[in-house]
């Protein structure tokens, strides 16, 4: 399928590995002008090389923190007016909200709420005028299906959909649109390194649990980043015009609700 979106631009955040990185890997794929940010420069140029040889493409880097007003400065000097923006920022630690202070909470928001809404705040009027615009929100499953020890990501994610809900729709007419994303376990780094810590926990070895992981998902594996970055990629496409404002559950069917 040609998704129609050869040509355009397209700001990747924290896409030095892992979902964001598939994002980017797939908009690349389709002849989309690619500029992926991330934090750290060594992981972020290594991501950069593998995209260009598996795509062909030349793919543009910005050492930046995305949840600061400097690093958003930074990545839209090097990516102005994106065509297509995907807003990704790493979730905040597992913990007891009992523990959690105000600068926890206002951390969680800067990450995961706020530097979605400023990107979008700096991004959307120029797509506006040009007719042409795509957001995809990376948010999690726990938006419909909380989990306990994530609480502070559950309230930061929940506030970001919330406030896509509306946005979404007074932008309908525009030729924008605002989709959210929202990955179950998938095959990263950081769902590694939580079956590391449950491993250390429990004395056991990482194999068994790992092992354990795989067997809890209903189709006894993990999703991969490819599989998640070409649903981006459709999310993106001009098949995807009239969808919007919509949450989109990519978890291989570990949700089990009905709705």
């Known amino acids: ?7 355009r631009t397209a700001l990747v955040c924290a896409a030095s590995k ?50 600061t007003e400097e690093g958003r400065d930074r990545a839209l000097a090097a990516c102005p007016d994106p065509d297509i923006l995907i807003n990704n920022a790493g979730g905040p630690p597992p913990g007891d909200w009992r523990d959690w ?47 306990g020890v994530l609480g502070l990501s ?17 932008l309908a007419p525009t030729g924008v649109t605002i989709n959210n994303l929202l990955p179950g376990p998938f095959d990263t780094d950081r ?9 250390q926990k429990e004395g056991r070895p990482f194999e068994e649990m790992w092992a354990k992981r ?18 981006c990629a459709f999310l993106c496409s001009v098949h995807a015009g009239y969808m919007t404002g919509q949450n989109v559950l990519l978890d291989g069917g570990a949700y089990r609700g009905t709705m």
């Open 1 to 7: 399928m040609n998704l129609g979106i050869t040509g």
């Open 191 to 199: 769902i590694r390194k939580v079956v590391v810590a449950r491993a």
């Open 101 to 147: 202070t105000r600068q926890d909470w206002i951390a969680a928001l800067d990450a995961n709420m706020l530097s979605a809404i400023e990107l979008m705040k700096r991004c959307i009027p120029a797509m506006v005028e040009r007719g042409f615009g795509r957001v995809v929100n990376i948010t999690s499953s726990a938006v419909k299906e909380p989990i």
């Open 18 to 67: 892992g979902l964001g990185k598939g994002c980017a890997m797939a908009l690349a794929a389709e002849g989309v002008r690619v500029t992926i940010l991330a934090r750290g420069a060594e992981a972020l140029a290594a991501a950069a090389a593998e995209i260009g040889v598996q795509t062909g493409a030349t793919v543009h880097t910005v050492v930046a923190d995305i949840t």
């Open 154 to 170: 559950n309230g930061a994610r929940g506030g970001l959909t919330g406030f896509v809900a509306g946005l979404s729709r007074e």
């Open 214 to 231: 795989l067997q809890e998902a209903p189709m006894r594996r993990l999703g991969t980043i490819e599989e998640f970055g070409a649903t």
